[in-house]
């Protein structure tokens, strides 16, 4: 496996992490509740792993800035982070995409393969 598609790899893996926590925040913000304190009580734990996934992202993206330049793996993680939420929003939580977001997705992809290249 070539250092590039390590880097890319890692990305999609450090995106993947950020989608799920993303998701497990949208999922608790969708639970009924008497007010934001009560839902933060209620949803504690899910609340702590979408945390703890976070800090998880930051300690390895410090551990992959110690090898890789922040200019290749900043855009490859963040991009791939807005498709993955964006994928998580439309597949799991049934939201609509419009014509723009799709577009504007396309052009994401379209960036990411060129910064792979």
Same mark, same amino acid.
């Given at each position: ?11 999609? =893996?450090?995106?993947?992490? @950020?989608?799920?926590?993303?998701? @497990? ?8 509740? +008497?007010?934001? &304190? ?8 899910? =609340?702590? =792993?979408? #945390? ?5 992202? &930051? !300690? *390895? *993206?410090? !551990?992959? @800035?110690? $090898? ?5 793996? *900043?855009?490859? *993680? ?12 439309? #597949?799991? !939580?049934? +939201?609509?995409?419009? #014509? !723009?977001?799709? =577009?504007? $997705?396309? &052009? ?10």
């Amino acid at each position: 496996m070539t250092k590039l598609t390590q880097v890319i790899v890692q990305a999609g =893996l450090l995106a993947c992490l @950020l989608a799920l926590s993303h998701g @497990l925040l949208k999922w608790v913000a969708m639970q009924k509740a +008497e007010n934001y &304190f009560k839902l933060l009580g209620a949803h504690w734990g899910i =609340l702590g =792993l979408a #945390l703890a996934i976070y800090a998880g992202i &930051f !300690f *390895y *993206y410090i !551990f992959m @800035l110690k $090898s890789t330049s922040l200019s290749i793996i *900043y855009p490859l *993680y963040t991009g791939l982070s807005l498709i993955f939420v964006m994928l998580l929003g439309v #597949l799991v !939580f049934h +939201e609509r995409l419009d #014509l !723009f977001q799709g =577009l504007g $997705s396309l &052009f994401i992809v379209i960036g990411v393969a060129l910064m792979g290249m």
